[in-house]
């Protein structure tokens, strides 16, 4: 009877592998920790960063004993790439820690379905809400979808498709507006629309402003989306007889889709959180608003940015639960695009 060999996985590590890389790693914390008691410096950084430089010369001196000088500078490079993704994941989820802390005791029912209008940041939690807010929000991001979606994707249209003489200036304007900053965006509204024609905040007057700010995070995206579709479908379009337009409209355009709802999914997030625009526009109203086109427009930026500036316990707890329902609502956004990105790839 022939027995089958099990199978081998000689990359995984082995028991006497694990037991090193156990003992390098207690060996570091204890590192750290005489360091820290034997130096002036203090704190959980300073364990931290003790630790993160022990763990990296302690693992490439032991593989350059081990193997050679070639997997110490592997195993050199390894530590720095693994310490900095820790550095980088870190503050993300102390800040994500800290927004659950402090906006969990604010969550309620009714902060869901009343406005402030009746109450003030400063009254007890139980009394007023964020509807107006989230609703202003809603508000506003579909007023700039409406605006900035066909803006943006005709302009990547025009960059990858068309490529007319304008093609270098139009790529060179959206690359400098994707940095421009949100309260310049702000004033350019502020003194050439609302001061000399309309003379009154509404939320009409904010979403042209977070426009300006969408519109090249939707065009740049759109543009790598629109390069990643292959030629061979354009020529193919053509050669079936089909005009240029015929052929983005009923090849390309359906093709990139996925691509595409992400690029309006990034630009929605973009905006989610802007403050300066929406301080500077909006008028802020404590009441929910249904007409965009008249009078002050609440909003989440600017009801946390009020709570904080009440000061008072209960406005800073209204704050934290303004902020916690904000990056919740960001954070859907991008597991949206990045849910719609990996589908497309997987196709």
Known sequence: MTMTPAPTKPWAASPKDRMIDGAIFSSALLSSYLTVLATPMKGKLAYFACFFIAYAILTTAFKGVQRGNAAAKDALVNSLVA??????????????????KK???GISFGLFTHDMALA????????GGLLHAITG????MALSLVMSVPIGILTALYLTEIKGRFT??????????????????????????????TKAY?????????????????????EEVLNLIPNDLREAGTALGGTQWRTVAMIVLPA???????????GVARIAGETAPILLLTGGGDKVNPNAFNGPMGSLPYYIWKSFNAGSPEAITRAWAGLLVLVGLVLFLFTSARFLGSRKVSK
């Open 256 to 266: 990139a889709k996925s691509g595409l709802v992400t690029a309006v999914i990034l």
């Open 168 to 197: 270098g200036p139009i790529r060179f304007l959206v690359q400098a507006m994707s940095g421009v900053p949100s309260i310049v965006a702000g004033l350019f509204i502020l003194s050439a629309i609302l001061y000399p024609i």
């Open 83 to 100: 310490i900095g993704a820790i550095v980088t994941v870190i503050p993300a989820a102390s800040i994500l820690a800290t927004v659950l």
């Open 120 to 127: 003030t940041p400063t009254d007890p939690l139980s009394n």
């Open 137 to 140: 929000t809603l508000t506003l």
């Open 202 to 222: 509404s939320g009409f007057m904010g979403a042209l402003a977070l426009s300006i700010l969408m519109i090249p995070t939707i065009a740049r995206t759109s």
């Open 103 to 105: 906006g969990l005791p």
